[in-house]
């Protein structure tokens, strides 16, 4: 059972009424209130924890109204007792690049989690992908590639032709060597190579 005391007065993300500290946010108070009910203790030494053992202010410095939300730290308590979710499996391709995730869903063996909606949440897996440079991967047999040339992968292709030197070209584009440095260039289908 949650009880809130009747001595406190309660606001519900209202920042004007908030801001006068006449009032405590019931959003922050009660979200803190049902991880103790759950079974979560405090979290003593994560002072940005909606489980810390004292009134989070729910304003920023500009004195606007910040919702609460959990952390990774308020996750991994719940895990602790309830354990991590299982997510449904999906191996289709998927064009879309998938950064590195700080979600805490949970995949079986070694299949990647990844975010089916592009809603922030993980929930699915699949058992192919591409690894990233960066720690971010591709799902299926797509490739990971820099769509905009700036040095940071941002893109996922299944349209792509390996070249001799392990590099590859992506969409109607062919592998040509240069050879003044004996590297390959990627140039458009219908040009002939120099």
Not at 65 to 76: E, G, S, W
Request: glycine share 8%; charged share 30%.
């Amino acid at each position: 059972m949650i009880h809130f005391d009747d001595d406190e007065y309660w606001a519900y993300m209202d920042n004007e009424a908030i801001e006068s500290e006449e009032y405590t946010d019931i959003l922050n108070t009660a979200i803190h209130e049902i991880g103790h009910a759950i079974g979560i203790d405090h979290i003593e030494a994560k002072p940005e924890a909606i489980m810390a053992p004292f009134y989070r202010y729910t304003r920023d410095a500009f004195g606007n109204y910040i919702p609460p939300k959990l952390t990774t730290f308020d996750i991994a308590a719940a895990q602790a007792i309830y354990g991590a979710r299982k997510l449904k499996t999906d191996d289709e391709d998927d064009n879309g690049y998938n950064p590195p995730s700080n979600d805490n869903g949970w995949c079986p063996g070694v299949a990647k989690c990844y975010d089916s909606n592009n809603d922030g949440i993980t929930d699915k897996c699949s058992n192919k992908w591409t690894d990233c440079p960066d720690g971010g991967y591709c799902l299926g047999r797509a490739r990971c590639y820099d769509s905009d040339g700036d040095g940071v992968t941002d893109k996922c292709t299944k349209n792509w032709v390996d070249c001799p030197d392990n590099t590859f070209c992506v969409g109607e584009k062919k592998c040509c060597k240069n050879w003044s440095d004996s590297k390959y260039n990627c140039v458009a289908k219908h040009k002939s190579c120099i």
